[in-house]
């Protein structure tokens, strides 16, 4: 019983980290085709943050969903993929703009980054059942 609470343990860490590098190769990927976007059709740049919003969401989702194979806790696994990807991708984002801003901005971040992943965890977790 002991051994398979591990392994349970294990490969729910396992999904979390696979959810998490998947969601920012997402993410890095987005945000070049939004860059390309904006620049060819003069996107107002009132709308980037609530375009990069969008990008963080529907990686973390889609993350979730190829990553979760396990239908339980899915609510803590999401909430972990989104927590931890959001606190990676301040840091990769960061290092490629050259600075970092530490402000409430990175509190905004993680907490929709929490949510958004709960909630696509929830949903990878029932899809599964």
Do not use: H
């Amino acid at each position: 019983m002991e051994n398979e609470v591990k392994v349970k343990k294990k490969s729910a860490v396992l999904e979390v980290l696979k959810a998490v590098i998947i969601a920012i190769i997402i993410s890095l990927v987005a945000v070049l085709l939004a860059a390309l976007i904006i620049k060819l059709f003069n996107i107002p740049s009132g709308a980037i943050p609530i375009i990069n919003q969008v990008i963080k969401g529907v990686s973390v989702l889609v993350a979730c969903l190829i990553s979760f194979k396990m239908p339980i806790n899915g609510w803590v696994k999401g909430i972990a993929a989104g927590f931890f990807y959001t606190a990676i991708a301040f840091v990769i984002f960061s290092l490629l703009d050259g600075a970092f801003k530490f402000d409430l901005s990175i509190l905004n971040d993680l907490a929709i980054g929490c949510v958004s992943g709960c909630v696509s965890g929830v949903i990878a977790a029932n899809i599964r059942k």
